[in-house]
C-alpha cells in the first residue's frame, strides 16, 4: 500500500531550502551559476539530478519527478511538455534501424502515428496485435523485436492486456515493455509491479486534472531514465516549464479525492444509463459486463470517469441532435481527466475526411465524468435522452 498522502503533501519537498514555505517556489530560472571550476565540472558530471540547465532539470521540476517516480514505484521518472513527448522519447530511445516494435492494436492515435508513419521513415518494422491475446503477441515476436507497446486500457473502447502475461513473456525474450498507464493514472494501476519496464502518461489528464496544463511523465529504473535522459529527452528538448510543473506539483495535492469522486459519479451514471431502454450497452472496465471484467479486477484499483455508450438508433440526424442537446453540459471537446465532464459522439468522424469510414458506429459516443455531481448530470442526460 503506497503512502499517498506522504508522497503527495510532502515528498520532495524540503521546506528549510525554500525559506520554509509550505509551497515550494516556481524557480524560473534557464540556468544556474557555480561557485568554482570543480563544481561546475561535477555539475556536468551529473546533469539529470544537478541544477545546470533547465532543459535538463530544474528545481521545481525535480520535485515533480521525485514524487511521480514514487506513485508508479518505479525508480526514477522524466516529465515532458506533452504526453506524446514521453511516449516517443520511451519508443525511440529503445529503437534502431532495423529494429521491430509490437504495438496493441488502436493505440492512442499519435502513438499509431509515430509507429506507422515517423518510425518507419527511420527503418524500424512494427506489428499491431490484439493485445487482449497474449498468443497473438508471441506470435508477432521475430528476432529483431526490441520493444512491446501497450496501452490498458485504451482511451475508447478499453480492451486490457493481461500486465503479468506480457512483462514474463517480454523479459523472456528480451524485450523492453512500455505501457501508456493514462487511463488509469498512478492511483489506479502500477505496471512495474507486475514486471512491465517503462511506465508513460498523459500527465494532461488526471494528474493535471483540471484542464489547463498538457505534459507527461516516464517513469522507469535509474538507468533507463539515464539513457533516454542523455540521448532523447536532452536532444529532443521537450522538458516542461517550472511554472507548469508548479501547477502540476499543486493539483497532486488533491489527486486521490478527485479520482474517487469522479469514479463514484462515473458509476452511478453507468447505472442510470443502463437501465434507459436507448441504451444498446455500456463500455466501462470494471463494469460487471465488461468482456475483461476479470482482468481488469485483478490489475486495477479503479477506473475513473471514462465510458463509452452505444446507443439504439439508426438515424445519424437523431444521434447528432441527442449530442448537441447534451453540449452544454457533456461539452463537445478532446481530452479528459479534468474537472469538467465531456463528450467526444462517433458521428463528429462521419463525413469528415472523404474515403475515411470510422471502425465505430456513429451511436458510439465516449464520455468523461468530471467533478459535476451525478444528479446534475442525470437529469441533463435524462432530458436530452427523449431527443433520440
Ligand atoms: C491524451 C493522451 C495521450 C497524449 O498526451 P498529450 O499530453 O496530449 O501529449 C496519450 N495517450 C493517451 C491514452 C491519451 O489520452
Not at 13 to 38: C, G, L, R, T, Y
Not at 56 to 83: H, W, Y
Not at 113 to 127: A, H, P, Q, V
Request: glycine share 6%.
Amino acid at each position: 500500500m503506497k503512502d499517498w498522502s506522504h508522497i503527495l503533501t510532502h515528498l520532495g519537498e524540503n521546506k528549510v531550502d525554500h525559506f520554509n514555505a509550505i509551497v515550494p517556489p516556481i524557480v524560473q530560472s534557464s540556468n544556474f551559476k557555480f561557485p568554482d571550476i570543480a563544481s561546475f565540472k561535477k555539475g556536468f558530471q551529473n546533469e539529470l539530478e544537478s541544477n545546470v540547465y533547465t532543459r535538463g532539470n530544474n528545481p521545481t521540476v525535480k520535485i515533480l519527478r521525485e514524487k511521480i517516480a514514487m506513485m508508479e514505484g518505479s525508480e526514477d521518472a522524466l516529465v515532458f511538455s506533452s504526453g506524446s513527448a514521453g511516449i516517443s522519447s520511451a519508443i525511440i530511445g529503445n529503437l534502431s534501424a532495423g529494429d521491430h516494435i509490437i504495438c496493441v492494436e488502436n493505440p492512442y492515435s499519435w502513438t499509431f502515428k509515430l509507429i506507422s508513419k515517423f518510425l518507419k521513415r527511420f527503418g524500424i518494422e512494427y506489428s499491431f496485435v490484439d493485445g487482449t491475446n497474449i498468443d497473438e503477441i508471441q506470435l508477432a515476436i521475430r528476432d529483431n523485436t526490441k520493444v512491446l507497446m501497450l496501452e490498458s486500457p485504451n482511451s475508447l473502447t478499453f480492451e486490457i492486456q493481461d500486465l503479468q502475461e506480457c512483462a514474463e513473456l517480454c523479459k523472456k525474450n528480451n524485450i523492453i515493455s512500455i505501457i501508456d498507464n493514462s487511463y488509469c493514472s498512478p492511483y489506479y494501476q502500477n505496471p512495474i509491479d507486475f514486471g512491465i519496464d517503462i511506465v508513460v502518461h498523459s500527465g494532461t489528464k488526471y494528474l493535471g486534472g483540471h484542464s489547463d496544463v498538457v505534459f507527461g511523465a516516464l517513469c522507469a529504473s535509474k538507468s533507463m531514465v539515464e539513457k533516454i535522459f542523455h540521448s532523447e529527452f536532452m536532444t529532443l528538448g521537450a522538458c516542461i516549464s517550472p511554472h507548469d510543473a508548479w501547477l502540476v506539483i499543486r493539483s497532486l495535492r488533491t489527486l486521490p479525492i478527485r479520482l474517487e469522486k469522479i469514479s463514484q459519479t462515473t458509476l452511478k451514471v453507468i447505472e442510470y444509463l443502463k437501465t434507459h431502454p436507448k441504451i444498446d450497452y455500456v463500455c466501462y472496465p470494471l463494469d460487471k459486463d465488461f468482456p475483461q471484467y476479470q482482468l481488469a479486477q485483478k490489475q486495477m484499483r479503479g477506473a475513473g470517469g471514462l465510458f463509452s455508450v452505444n446507443y439504439k438508433t439508426s438515424n445519424i440526424h437523431k444521434m447528432e441532435v441527442f449530442c448537441n442537446a447534451l453540449a452544454e453540459v457533456f461539452q463537445l471537446a478532446v481530452s479528459w481527466g479534468g474537472h469538467e465532464s465531456l463528450q467526444i459522439p462517433t458521428c463528429v468522424f462521419y463525413n469528415l475526411n472523404p474515403g475515411e469510414t470510422p471502425r465505430l458506429p456513429f451511436s458510439f459516443v465516449r464520455y468523461y465524468i468530471g467533478l459535476e455531481e451525478a444528479d446534475y448530470l442525470i437529469e441533463h442526460l435524462e432530458k436530452a435522452l427523449t431527443l433520440l
